[in-house]
C-alpha cells in the first residue's frame, strides 16, 4: 500500500504562480512513476503532468511550458510548479503514484485532491 499527502494549492489570478508537493509513504520501493492528475467539474480526470523512476517526465500539451513537474526519490515526493495559470487550469488536481505489486500487477494510488482556482 501507497499512501499519498498532497499539500498546496489554493486561489491564484490569471498569470499567477502557484505550487503542489505530494509525500508518499508505505510501500514507496514499488513505485514506479509519479504525477499529477486533474479533475475539472463536469469533465473527465486528466493526465497533468508524471515523472518516472529513471527522471523521464511528461507532460500534458495543455501546461507544457508553463508547468514543471519534480521529484526526489530519495525523500518520495514530487512537485508540480504551475506558473502563467489560466482560467481554464481550474480544477481540483490530485497526486497519483503508479506501483507494482508483488504478484507484477499495476495498481493506481491517488492522493485526496487539492483545488486549485484560477480567477480571471
Known amino acids: 500500500q501507497v499512501q499519498l499527502v498532497e499539500s498546496g494549492g489554493g486561489l491564484v489570478q490569471a498569470g499567477g504562480s502557484l505550487s503542489l508537493s505530494c509525500a508518499a509513504s508505505g510501500s514507496t520501493s514499488s513505485i514506479n512513476v509519479m504525477g499529477w492528475f486533474r479533475q475539472a467539474p463536469g469533465k473527465q480526470r486528466e493526465l497533468v503532468a508524471s515523472v518516472s523512476n529513471g527522471g523521464r517526465s511528461n507532460y500534458a500539451d495543455s501546461v507544457k511550458d508553463r508547468f514543471t513537474i519534480s521529484r526526489d526519490n530519495a525523500k518520495n515526493t514530487v512537485a508540480l510548479q504551475m506558473a502563467t495559470l489560466k482560467p481554464e487550469d481550474t480544477a481540483v488536481y490530485y497526486c497519483?503514484?503508479?506501483?507494482?505489486?508483488?504478484?507484477?500487477?499495476?495498481?493506481?494510488?491517488w492522493g485526496q485532491g487539492t483545488q486549485v482556482t484560477v480567477s480571471s
Open positions: 497519483h503514484a503508479g506501483a507494482t505489486t508483488g504478484y507484477g500487477l499495476w495498481r493506481d494510488y
